[in-house]
């Protein structure tokens, strides 16, 4: 099945490009590729000439969300146009995207965080423009990609990527490879049921592991609290309750504030609770934490642990278990769309 | 990663066994199988000369669980010696165990129905008996297995298998290859949380979905509901509430007891919830449903997939997604055992 959306014949199994000195194997070495990351607030683009995580150009811009969707659509484009070579033999282009798409049609279903986006299907109006290979992934799975490739996950060959922050977004890597599943969408981590009957998720659900430990649940959380009367030192720096986001909670956590870090520490302990599961299904080597929410620290990563430890079914599976936060920040998407395009 | 216990250089993608022509290929049809599929009731043992699962022969004893873990080895090796070929030439033995095990080392952790098998170094001792490769896997990996190539979920790369009895294992297929994990312990689908705080499970943590959907629960929440006073034919035909089984409690659905149905009901409806979390977490074509409970039928499989479906966070998950029934029934171990030492 052509899982990242180039064709079966030219995808060979890692084991084989060691082993088969035929010439028609098919090297990831020789493919340029350039690498976009749409994002809800910026649009990256970079050329990557070889297996490096180190551009040869790139370049970023605000994401014109506020123009509409072919105004999007055209910036990307251009971004493209900026950094690709004048050579574009064996070029191939890998785009990393916030929301559910279909790799192999290459139709993005919807991206929340960019308006008007739905049905959208960009790998044909990006291949009608640049007649190259065009390979789409969920931004997630994307960052995933870049974490174990050249992140916190290198060298294992099992780990799982979450990254908290307005929402949770996840991939998995499992015998070596990006689980995609049947249609591209696996790795929706933040979208397991941790509370049944809690709160509303943003995909329409309720008590979703996104609903109840992500930025927005962090600070509603909050909220909720001062409502009920309790002291924080959230209302004389930050005004009414409504304006409370979740990085202001982490702030006030970091300083000391007990309603913050009482907060805070309740999303580690869901969080992690919700990793012991998540370890009992995939045995991972390496859980990598990423987002906004993430650098929160040690205040989030502590219960989380302590969690994690104290639901798992059997100590074999804390045996080498890594849990770490990721290496490569922003960089994960343009890298990960990188590692995407080539295939490897 | 020599996941499934054979060494590294001898496993090849298939990929590189369909494009490579060089004499140094493995190929898998050479080997000669026995399987094992050691149960808590019956030790079966079939002897597989080819990639097919027809066993040229096969024996099938009660396991001798009374006469303690030295005597239940002791009836393996006979059992194997039974079947086995005299030419042992490029044989191996692929052993199905009821419980976690670490693959690699061979050493099974804990066999819950085979009393006293606590850290068996199983693979050693077979090992030094028979001079041949012995490889091990989890009862319901070895099942997943079964079911992938020769059952209910043939021509798939992305399965779940689902084995509801006594307890709830599982067993995934990802991109084409069982999903084992750093430590050989992927797969413990009944060991998520479906419900914090809930009833406690066998593994001795809380709201597990086994905890809360297997037989055992099944057979507590009729008891329940008798106990509070609910008139049901359970008690007129079984007598006392507390010899109330899930067999029995599946038998009265069946017959129209609205007790028993409403009781099936709430197990296949909290299954079909986890259902879909694994659904957002794997995204796979066929999910299979095996073991004791799921011979219930329809008035499990319906609330299921009713609840399958009203808990997806976006349609498109369920393209093509197909729920069915397990097809190998008790076969599915002896078969995976081949499957799982034919490395293929």
């Not at 150009?57 to 950094?83: C, D, F, M």
């Not at 702030?251 to 969080?271: C, H, W």
């Not at 299904?281 to 993430?294: K, R, T, W």
Request: some cysteine; aromatic content about 4%; proline content about 8%.
């Amino acid at each position: 099945m052509p899982l990242n959306g180039l064709p079966a014949k030219r995808r060979v199994a890692p084991a084989a490009r060691r082993e088969c000195c035929l010439p028609l194997c098919y090297t990831a070495d020789m493919v340029t590729v350039v690498a976009v990351d749409l994002g809800g607030t910026n649009l990256r683009a970079a050329y990557f000439p070889d297996d490096h995580p180190h551009p040869k150009a790139q370049t970023k811009i605000p994401t014109p969300t506020h123009e509409g969707p072919q105004a999007v659509l055209h910036r990307i484009i251009q971004t493209i146009e900026q950094v690709a070579p004048a050579d574009r033999h064996d070029l191939r282009i890998g785009v990393g995207v916030p929301g559910p798409l279909d790799p192999v049609e290459g139709v993005v279903f919807d991206a929340p965080n960019v308006p008007g986006w739905l049905d959208i299907p960009l790998k044909a109006l990006l291949q009608q423009h640049f007649n190259v290979p065009i390979i789409l992934g969920n931004d997630a799975n994307v960052a995933a990609l870049a974490e174990w490739r050249y992140g916190a996950a290198r060298g294992s060959d099992d780990m799982l990527y979450l990254t908290i922050s307005t929402g949770i977004g996840g991939g998995v890597i499992a015998n070596g490879r990006l689980v995609l599943g049947a249609n591209g969408l696996a790795g929706e981590l933040g979208h397991m049921l941790v509370n049944p009957g809690g709160a509303l998720c943003g995909c329409g659900q309720h008590g979703h592991l996104e609903a109840e430990a992500a930025g927005p649940a962090i600070a509603r959380k909050a909220r909720e609290r001062i409502a009920a009367g309790e002291r924080t030192s959230l209302i004389d720096a930050k005004g009414p309750p409504a304006e409370i986001t979740a990085e202001a909670v982490g702030r006030a956590a970091n300083s000391g504030d007990l309603l913050a870090r009482a907060v805070v520490e309740e999303a580690g302990e869901i969080i992690g609770r919700q990793l012991a599961s998540l370890v009992h299904a995939f045995n991972p080597e390496v859980i990598v934490i990423g987002g906004g929410v993430s650098t929160i620290g040690s205040l989030l990563f502590e219960p989380m642990l302590l969690a994690l430890r104290a639901h798992i079914m059997h100590p074999a599976f804390l045996k080498n278990l890594r849990v770490v936060p990721a290496a490569l920040g922003d960089d994960a998407g343009l890298i990960g769309a990188m590692v995407l395009a080539r295939g490897t």
